[in-house]
């Protein structure tokens, strides 16, 4: 089996990682195996796509040309500073450049114990690597930056939760692994010489391009903020825009490159709700849907703060061009969002009142408990044939709660040129019919448990096409009744 890894990570200094290997498992086998994107990272599917593969994809055989490394990091979870976590059961195997010029991490997340597990067993139960396999492609097919799932692979071994559970291995690909909480981890321990070698490591890995590669060492660290400010901007109007509920916005689940990651206790919204939250742990509702913006903003401060070493040697200075920079996010991500929130409308210019009209239709979709995904599909026919608008009227309590909307939202479109068949079609390509709905990710991993992988093969297939009508397969796209309802979502560690 051939990786053609080429592992710029494990070249840096030894206080970035543990070297360890993946702990052997029982009995590998592969529940599936993703061979779009193995194709994508210059992978052959069908050589992975076998008893050999699932050895590597489990842990037990560790390809030629890998490094496998646990990396470093500290964080803030739910506010309070770590300044030690790491990959307590993720091991780096390696880097590889995809077909489209791109390097990505391969992992193995539930390989075995590393020097960073803390109490922690460093395995993962089969549910939640199918949940992030499911979520993390669907995310993936939404548009929306993400780590991706390559492989499953169940172990033959079981895990002690508060059950015995089927213990399995995700095989995640990842722009990279750097965390707002790996440059904490140096921070907190005063290296300035590791900040300087992370922020140019990360700003030719993952923002070459907008800097043209310049290594001007004190703007480095500034450049960096600036990009990450505007990736996590224009990451979180996404989630907002699809309905997702991220659960776990720590910083050492905050990506340097963007990417939504950690899919442990996230949900999608079903009826909207801005204070909705999933996560059994998120007492506080600190992680809210409509919080999100606000705890990147948060994050993205605690980046900052790890920065001022480097952005300029006069604390003041420092702390004055950090904060100029942070400053600018509400506006940043105001832009992202409101681009998100025109698509979403079928909106093609920009105006100032569209701000408004957004706002004006959130509280009212909050107010009667309309579905998220299933309004904005449906507002996709209206956009062409207003005598749809009567059904998109019957999603609310009240329908003149809706009615009174249309009047202004139908005089907006036509300030724009545009057919209306072709807005419609425009809208359907940001507008999904099928999300991955709670319920139906949590009938699915109790069929897998059960041993009929089915479904989950099912959910996995839909998804991967999420703005296409797929008329045999409604029930996925339908909202839960009453009894399926999920109300809390757990982290599965
Ligand atoms: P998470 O909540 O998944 O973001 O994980 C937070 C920290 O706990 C990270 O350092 C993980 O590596 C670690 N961790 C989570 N689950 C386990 C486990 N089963 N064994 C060892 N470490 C774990
Ligand atoms: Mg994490």
Redesign the pocket.
């Known amino acids: 089996m051939t990786f053609a890894f080429d592992n710029t990570y494990a070249r840096l200094p030894e206080r970035f990682y543990a070297r360890i290997a993946p702990t052997k498992v029982r009995e590998p086998r592969l529940v599936t195996m993703n061979h779009p994107l193995a194709e994508l990272l210059g992978l052959d599917p069908a050589q992975l796509d076998s008893a050999d593969g699932a050895q590597i994809l489990a842990g037990n055989v560790v390809p030629e040309g890998a490094a496998a490394i646990a990396l470093a990091?500290a964080?803030h979870?739910f506010g309070g500073f770590v300044p030690q976590?790491?990959?307590?059961?993720?091991i780096l195997l390696g880097e590889v450049v995809g077909v489209d010029s791109r390097r990505r991490d391969i992992q193995l997340k539930?390989a075995g114990?590393?020097p960073?597990?803390?109490?922690?067993?460093?395995?993962?139960a089969l549910g939640p690597v199918l949940r992030e396999y499911i979520v993390s492609e669907a995310m993936a097919a939404l548009g929306v930056p993400t780590t991706r799932a390559l492989a499953a692979a169940t172990t033959g071994e079981s895990?002690v939760r508060e059950e015995l559970l089927p213990g399995a291995v995700l095989t995640r690909v990842a722009a990279s692994h750097i965390r707002v909480g790996t440059f904490q981890f140096f921070a907190a321990r005063d290296d300035r010489e590791a900040l300087a070698i992370l922020t140019a490591y990360a700003l030719a890995r993952h923002y070459a391009r907008e800097t043209g590669g310049s290594a001007n060492s004190e703007n480095d660290a500034l450049q960096l903020l600036e990009r990450v400010l505007e990736a996590q901007a224009s990451l979180v109007a996404r989630w907002l825009g699809v309905g997702f509920v991220h659960g776990?916005m720590?910083t050492?689940?905050t990506s340097i490159a963007g990417e939504t990651i950690?899919y442990?206790p996230c949900a999608f919204l079903d009826e909207y709700d801005p204070a909705k939250k999933f996560s059994s742990i998120d007492h506080g509702g600190r992680y809210a849907f409509a919080n999100q913006p606000r705890m990147a903003h948060w994050n993205l401060a605690r980046f900052a703060d790890t920065l001022l070493p480097l952005i300029s040697e006069d604390d003041g200075k420092a702390i004055r061009l950090a904060t100029e920079r942070l400053e600018r996010f509400p506006a940043i991500f105001d832009a992202a969002y409101t681009g998100v929130m025109r698509a979403k409308l079928g909106l093609m210019r920009e105006e100032e009142n569209d701000r408004a009209l957004v706002a004006d239709l959130l509280q009212r979709l909050a107010s009667s408990g309309v579905d998220h995904t299933v309004f904005f599909r449906a507002l996709c026919v209206a956009a062409e044939d207003p005598s749809a608008d009567a059904h998109v009227a019957s999603l609310f309590e009240e329908p003149p709660t809706f009615r009174t909307w249309t009047e202004s939202w139908r005089r907006r479109l036509l300030n724009d040129e545009i057919t209306p068949a072709a807005r419609a079609s425009a809208m359907r390509r940001v507008n999904p019919a099928f999300i991955p709905r709670n319920h139906r990710v949590e009938q699915a991993i109790v069929a897998a448990i059960g041993g009929d992988f089915e479904p989950f093969e099912t959910m996995v297939r839909v998804l991967a096409r999420p703005f296409d009508d797929q008329p045999e397969f409604t029930y996925l796209a339908k909202p839960p009744l009453p009894e399926e309802r999920v109300r809390a979502t757990f982290?599965g560690?």
């Open positions: 990091y964080g979870q976590l790491g990959d307590g059961r993720a539930g114990r590393t960073f597990s803390r109490g922690g067993d460093g395995r993962a895990v776990v720590n050492d689940n950690d442990g982290c560690t």
